[in-house]
């Protein structure tokens, strides 16, 4: 018997570690071919579902709204009226579609973190984040030299303080907006998603380990698998505070970098 518990005990992949991040490649390419695992498939639903989402929506649209016109307005415009006509003021309304496509899609990518079967976010892995980042990124950056020329720079680089403490400012200012904030933006969103994912194998995979180990540990592990179940209702508050936060953030810089100054 003890033999039989110690090998359902060895069963279980507990506890979890990075290693849980990089899955094998989905049948027919075998678990060598890494260039398309579940992450790969989860991202490629997502950008379907937003797609398919809004087209759908507003295929027929019509003057009293069916539940799906309804819903695609209501987030249109909670983005719309909430971040970027709130950030950008009369240019919110140019950017609307930018940002509530990053949005949706955002939150798309981070709900498959708790949904039974997937439960796990592409955002999980850094290079996710980094392309979203580099995205936001580079938009920030075009748009403040599309508006103020290759003055940009100077409008963001040069503070309105004496000439003797510009050798300082320049490289700080240099250093926060042009590395933090894109290297902020992508951790920030991976960390968290990281973050909840192991919480919730932990959690997850405790009971089983716990249970398997010993049949007098079941309690522990019921109230491990209730703490699965508190954790997922976080995480999914998580889940939209990430999407919101990085829209705005995004929001934010390309305000920036319209701006009539630097500051």
């Known amino acids: 018997m003890t033999g039989q518990t110690s090998l359902l005990a060895a069963e279980v992949p507990f506890p979890p570690g990075v ?3 990089y899955l094998p490649s989905i049948y027919p390419w075998g678990e060598h071919g890494v260039w398309f695992t579940k992450i790969t498939l989860l991202l490629w639903l997502s950008v379907a579902i ?8 507003y295929r027929k649209p019509q003057l009293v709204p069916t539940k799906k016109q309804w819903l695609a307005e209501s987030i249109y415009g909670f ?5 970027a006509t709130e950030m950008l003021g009369k240019d919110g309304v140019r950017f609307a579609p930018y940002l509530a496509t990053l949005f949706c899609f955002i939150f798309v990518m981070n709900f498959w973190g708790i949904v039974p079967g997937a439960q796990i976010s592409p955002n999980s892995h ?9 995205s936001s990124y580079v938009l920030f950056i075009y748009l403040g030299i599309k508006k103020h020329g290759w003055g940009y720079f100077k409008h963001t680089l040069i503070l309105p303080a004496p000439w003797f403490i510009q050798p300082i400012l320049i490289p700080i200012e240099f250093f926060s907006t042009f590395i933090v904030r894109p290297f ?6 991976f960390a968290n998603m990281f973050a909840g994912h192991m919480l919730l194998l932990v959690f997850t995979l405790g009971g089983f380990a716990m249970i398997n180990a010993n049949a007098l540990l079941a309690p522990i592990s019921l109230l491990s698998w209730v703490m699965t179940i508190a954790l997922t209702f976080l ?4 889940i939209a505070l990430q999407a919101y936060v990085f829209t705005v953030l995004t929001a934010s810089y390309i305000q920036g970098s319209l701006a009539e100054e630097g500051h």
């Open 126 to 134: 850094i290079a996710f984040p980094i392309v979203l980042a580099i």
């Open 19 to 21: 290693g849980d991040f």
């Open 184 to 189: 902020s933006l992508a951790v920030r969103l």
């Open 50 to 57: 937003v797609i398919l989402f809004f087209l759908f929506a």
């Open 235 to 238: 995480d999914f508050a998580v």
């Open 79 to 83: 983005v719309r009226n909430n971040i």
